[in-house]
Nanobody, 123 residues
């Protein structure tokens, strides 16, 4: 069983930065692709970014491309999401996910999910 724990969320002004971390426990992180998704009230959960097990493959939603960077440190069993130039529309609950088959960019490709970290961007 894989457990995921997000940290690093908070309140930031527009234009600011935050870094989310996702700690993986229970299994070795290098066995899984990892993804970040987000959900705001009244909206569907949406893909943000994902990274392959080795860190070579990376995918981003168009809405965050050029502003967000996903990375991983398999030695630390941790995945990161560096978020720069934040906008009020980035406000959401951010979820870390782990998976091994299926799509990199759809929630159906991930079997394990964290509890979420709230990110609020004020204008």
């Amino acid at each position: 069983q894989v457990q995921l724990g997000e940290s690093g969320g908070g309140l930031v002004q527009a234009g600011g930065s935050l870094r989310l971390s996702c700690a993986v426990s229970g299994r070795t992180a290098s066995n899984y692709r990892m993804g970040w998704f987000r959900q705001s009230p009244g909206s569907e959960r949406e893909f943000v970014a994902s990274i392959g097990s080795s860190g070579r493959l990376k995918y981003y939603a168009d809405s965050v491309k050029g502003r967000f960077t996903i990375s991983r440190d398999n030695a630390k069993n941790t995945v990161y999401l560096q978020m720069n130039s934040l906008k009020p529309e980035d406000t959401a609950e951010y979820y870390c996910a782990a998976g091994s088959v299926g799509s990199f960019t759809s929630s159906s490709g991930y079997a394990y999910w964290g509890q979420g970290a709230q990110v609020t961007v004020s204008s």
